[in-house]
């Protein structure tokens, strides 16, 4: 069962022609993310504060279908998928009213937060993607 995140658009996610800024769509995926990691039981301060462990995003990329306006109701269905060892992607899809309004994706490669170098994603954070899926 994916994941689903409610959230207002708010005044700061627009732009001077009055829609989200292209860039803001990812901070909002960004946030479902977070609050996905959340109700896994995850603790995020821990998650993101010094890990042994990080989990970068080394691609992403955003499809518009609609614009969004300041005060639009949406919720974003996230869906994760591993796609190698050490690699997995979220696919983000950003309805408001019932109606696609942006796709996106993020690729995100595990690492060794000391040395830096790619690294197996743990048991834990695998059975954490499923529980998602």
């Given at each position: 069962?994916?994941?689903?995140?409610?959230?207002?658009?708010?005044?700061q996610?627009?732009?001077?022609?009055?829609v989200?800024?292209?860039?803001?769509?990812?901070s909002?995926?960004h946030?479902?993310y977070?609050a996905?990691?959340?109700?896994?039981?995850?603790?995020?301060?821990?998650?993101?504060?010094n890990?042994s462990?990080a989990?970068?995003?080394?691609?992403?990329?955003?499809?518009?279908?609609?614009p969004m306006?300041c005060?639009?109701k949406?919720?974003?269905?996230?869906?994760p998928?591993?796609?190698?060892?050490?690699?997995?992607?979220?696919?983000?899809?950003?309805?408001v009213?019932?109606?696609?309004?942006?796709?996106?994706?993020?690729r995100?490669?595990?690492?060794?937060?000391?040395?830096?170098?790619?690294?197996?994603?743990?048991?834990?954070?695998?059975?954490?993607?499923?529980?998602?899926?």
């Amino acid at each position: 069962m994916s994941f689903k995140y409610n959230r207002t658009i708010r005044f700061q996610d627009t732009d001077a022609a009055g829609v989200v800024y292209f860039a803001n769509v990812l901070s909002i995926c960004h946030e479902a993310y977070e609050a996905s990691l959340e109700s896994l039981g995850i603790d995020i301060k821990q998650f993101f504060t010094n890990p042994s462990t990080a989990f970068p995003i080394i691609h992403a990329d955003v499809d518009f279908m609609r614009p969004m306006y300041c005060g639009d109701k949406l919720f974003v269905d996230l869906t994760p998928l591993r796609i190698r060892s050490e690699q997995f992607e979220i696919d983000y899809q950003i309805y408001v009213n019932e109606k696609l309004a942006a796709k996106a994706m993020t690729r995100h490669v595990c690492i060794d937060a000391t040395s830096r170098k790619k690294i197996a994603l743990s048991a834990e954070i695998v059975k954490c993607l499923e529980r998602l899926r």
